[in-house]
């Protein structure tokens, strides 16, 4: 399995950015996906995931703001991120795993991608 993500970069407070998830090789054994973020001395968190029956799942922190959605025919996932704050800086990663809920520590997971909101 083989995870790349896109659409990283610098924003301002308030901003939006979509993150895109593309994911190749051996797809079938996989239930779940989501995104995970690290910030800058800060532990890896779960910021939203989809399980297995395609519901979507968020950390409080980003609730109400950002919205994890997949597209089964082209294997992508999205993380459309809205009001973002600086406490949303951090390398996003596209995650997946063949569970039906993302753990701590998922199987795959992308290069991850840069996200910086500036004041």
């Known amino acids: 399995v083989h995870l790349v993500e896109s659409g990283g970069g610098l924003v301002q407070v308030g901003g939006s950015l979509r993150l895109t998830c593309a994911a190749s090789g051996s797809l079938i054994s996989i239930l779940s996906m989501g995104w995970f973020r690290q910030g800058p001395g800060k532990e890896r968190e779960l910021v939203a995931g989809?399980?297995?029956?395609?519901?979507?799942y968020y950390a409080d922190s980003v609730k109400d703001r950002f919205t994890v959605w997949r597209d089964d025919v082209k294997n992508m996932w999205f993380l459309q991120m809205n009001s973002l704050n600086p406490e949303d800086t951090a390398t996003y990663y596209c995650?997946?795993?063949?569970?039906?809920?993302?753990?701590?520590?998922?199987?795959?997971w992308g290069q991850g991608t840069q996200v910086t909101v500036s004041s």
């Open positions: 995650v997946a795993d063949r569970v039906v809920l993302l753990t701590r520590s998922p199987a795959y």
């Open positions: 989809i399980s297995s029956g395609g519901t979507p």
